[in-house]
């Protein structure tokens, strides 16, 4: 094939594009296989690689659009095709060095998002810049090697963008390799052949559906075109603009009817046990109970279990089939010293959040609750679910003088109730302070005020405290608080464990993956901390975020924490050594383990499960002693609880 012949044909692509995005995603599309933090089925690693190099290919392709308009307007427009082609490479091949040197210099910063988007812009150009140049090279040689062996076009019209792409993969893991002696794959990696066609079918059905819109689109914008004022090109915009907006529409039309079945599905009045259940098995020192200002159906079905599931100071007669006598004079082998105390107040409870709030203050004195040893201020997670372990191990602990209050904020499971954290913070704030105040004016012995809060419920907590540090939780007379899986997304959190702030007393708190760093930490300060994040290192629920988009988070980095067998058969400490910070991918990858971290499973210390840590860390960091036997029998009783609390409830979580 002559030179001009091979001009004409590269004169006929329409953009080199959609090419340089394959040579991207093939080159990246291997490490979408590379462990994280918890494994992953077939069908997740095929949809991590979809996204992933679906993203990829997107947005490579965006960038290379950018580079050969760039090469473009230097050579006016008025070069040959060949003079066009050698000036894309060009500009391809110095879209490399500017990109690494914008990543010199603007080096990572935590917290700072606009320079996230720059150091990506900057990689996703060299990227596309360096897929680009060798992409071009690639073909001039082919054409090359195609005129030497007189193949007549036939080597020069085979597709190089995939060869290149998975070429330039294999160069990147051996580097990776020689420098980090990374495995390419964990022990628990899936299948590769079976993700590669869950893989293969996701992106195949956006691609269809993509062209399908594209066709209709078009066959309708010719038609308006020939009847109607103006060109082809305008009524194809419109097109797609009105097929996304009609897609937004359906979209919201979906989720808001969803939302309003879950929310239906949690409130509607279905008994848990029996129809008289209220009567038979609630006490009076529990909202929903005999003389409670709270309406048994207000409480929504997390309420009402919430109530079922209180602790009883002594053995109960006539208790149901299957249920054993786990009350605090049974378990603790010593009389209880009270009833226990859990005001509960539902979204359904009263209709506005103020009037919650003075429901709640009118149950608290109902109840006695500020004549308990320990107040108890719990934020719940999105479905209002209270954590039922905790609850009881600390009814054991205090031998039932402890009262626990908690307001409803949403009936969503927590990923679905990011929208309602304000609502649940203001809500907290209020109810808080009228507490504060209450305990003020009341003469005699105050209880000490302590915070709980798992997942979503811990942000909601925190954020009571935003801008605030340690100092806020002082202000607020909080003498202990313990949070288990918090949200990667809560800024107090961030506040405190970052940077040097005036307000944050750095002795107070701690973050700690498992009992044992809390007891190493209390020993090396000689005090245990007052405020504690418990966060297992291989929860995705405390490793998710947005910001992963835009570089490699704190946990990622040079002081990630090293890798460690699991304590007593906990949860495993440290971030696995060949997980590394990979652009869009780690997203995925993250997104996917936060999903798996909330899957219901066995009862043990294992990702946003921390059930079988809670009846040690609530001892020490409440500071309300066991001797080793009774926290040996607390334990073996609250896991005896859920065995049976699963059976008759059907378990849920937030």
Known sequence: MDSVERIRRWEQRTSTAPDVGLVVAAALAPGTFAPSLSPRSAVDQGLVTALSTGLHHLLAAGAQDVLVATARFLTDGAASPAAQRTAVIAVDGAAVPLGLAVLRA??????????????????????????????????????????????????????????????????????????????????????????????????????????????????????????????????????????????????????????RQIEAGTSTDVPVLEPDEAVRWVPATVSGGPGSLVAWAGLGREGRRHALASVRPEPVRNRPDGVPDLSIETVMGEPAQASPVQVYVGLDSAPSPRERVDLALAELERTGAFDRSLLVLVSPTGTGYVNYVAVAALQYLTRGDVATITLQYSRRPSPLSLGMIRTGREQNRLLWQRILQRLRQRPGPRPR??????????????????????????????????????????????????????????????????????????????????????????????????????????????????????????????????????????????????????????????????????????????????????????????????????????????
Do not use: C
Request: hydrophobic share 45%.
């Open 449 to 654: 005020v302590v915070l709980f809060g798992e997942s979503l419920g811990a942000h909601t907590s925190q954020d009571v405290f935003l801008h605030w540090g340690t100092l806020g939780l002082d202000a607020m007379g909080i003498d202990r608080a313990l949070w288990i899986g918090t949200p990667y997304g809560s800024k107090w959190m961030r506040q405190v464990t970052r940077g040097d702030r005036l307000d944050v007393d750095r002795q107070t708190f701690a973050v700690v993956n498992d009992h044992a760093q809390l007891s190493a930490l209390t020993e090396r300060r000689g005090e245990p901390p007052r405020f504690v994040l418990l966060s297992h290192d291989n929860d995705g629920v405390t490793k998710f975020g947005l910001d992963l988009l835009g570089g490699a988070p704190d946990w990622l980095g040079p002081d990630r924490p090293t890798p460690e067998p699991a304590p007593d058969r906990g949860s495993p400490r440290g971030i696995p050594s060949p997980m590394r910070w990979r652009p869009v991918t780690t997203f995925f990858q993250s997104l996917i383990d936060m999903k798996n971290a909330q899957q219901p499973g066995s009862y043990r210390a294992w990702a946003h499960d921390y059930r079988a840590d809670l009846p040690r860390f609530l001892s020490d960091v409440y500071g309300v002693p066991a001797t080793r036997a009774q926290l040996a029998r607390v334990e073996e009783a609250v896991r005896e609880r859920e065995t049976v609390r699963e059976r008759l409830f059907d378990r849920t979580g937030g």
């Open 106 to 259: 603007l080096p990572p910063r935590p917290g700072d998002p606009l320079r996230g988007v720059v150091r990506q812009a900057a990689w996703r150009l060299g990227a596309t810049g360096l897929s680009g140049a060798l992409l071009g090279g690639a073909r001039i040689g082919a054409e090359a090697l195609d005129d030497r062996l007189r193949l007549d076009g036939r080597l020069a019209a085979l597709p190089a963008a995939v060869p290149v792409g998975l070429l330039l993969a294999y160069v990147l893991d051996r580097v990776r390799a020689a420098e980090q002696q990374e495995a390419p794959e964990g022990a628990d990696a899936p299948a590769a052949l079976s993700s590669v066609a869950v893989a293969t079918a996701v992106v195949g059905a956006l691609t269809g559906a993509a062209y399908g819109e594209h066709a209709v689109v078009d066959l309708l914008a010719h038609r308006l075109a020939a009847g109607l004022p103006g060109p082809a090109e305008l009524w194809r915009g419109a097109g797609h603009a009105a097929f996304v907006a009609a897609l937004g529409v359906g979209a919201s039309s979906v989720w808001h009817r969803a939302m």
